[in-house]
């Protein structure tokens, strides 16, 4: 990622597609801010630190994990450093299902839940001795895929943290609005114990994106049957 010993480091990606490091930062400023960077690994092996931005500072930045990296012992952070503001408008993109040591850092977490979850899995475990603390946080839930085995009143585990859950988010319900990739508009209500953070279904509908999608596919095949009859009559 992008790195400065004083000014602003800003609008950096990295990508992880393989291999094995100790660390990923999407930026890292030793005296200033590290704002709106982004970090997506999708596959390979992070030992140690996920981090979207380091520095005095540390905002709006965003980290994509997906199931298919090992992350087992990896700490994921939006924002890391000593003092400053390290939280406000950090995003973590949590895509399937996982194992991390320590979450933190982010104002925002949302869910995209694979095709196969059913109800009781758990999309993220955090296994390390830190308790992940969800004052303040606001949580998205969505279906990554055209269906899934999910159904009305099913519940799954959003976070299960060994050492506990400090705090709730500001949002009781979630809808998957606003998630990229999300075909099916579920409403769960979300809901925190000691240790779990938990979502049950309270509804299912195609987006509207879907919806517009298959309404144009249907539009589209009357045409060319309307072609065809057209075609006939001649």
Known sequence: GGMSTGSQVSSNSVFVMGGTMSGVYGAYSAAGS???N???ISDGTVADLVVGGA???ATENTVDIYDTANLATAGIFG???IGGDKFTGNTLNVHG???VKQVGNFENYNFYLPQTMVAGD???SVTGNTAVDLSGTTVNVGIEGGSTALAEGDRVVLIDATSGINGAPVNTRADGKGMQGVTIEYTFALSVSADQLMATVRSAA???GAQALSEGFLAGAALWTARAHLRDAW
């Open 79 to 81: 924002g890391y450093g």
């Open 38 to 40: 982004s970090v997506y």
């Open 97 to 99: 299902v996982m194992s």
């Open 34 to 36: 590290a704002t709106g």
């Open 206 to 208: 195609a987006s509207e």
């Open 122 to 124: 758990t999309a993220l």
């Open 55 to 57: 520095g005095v500072d």
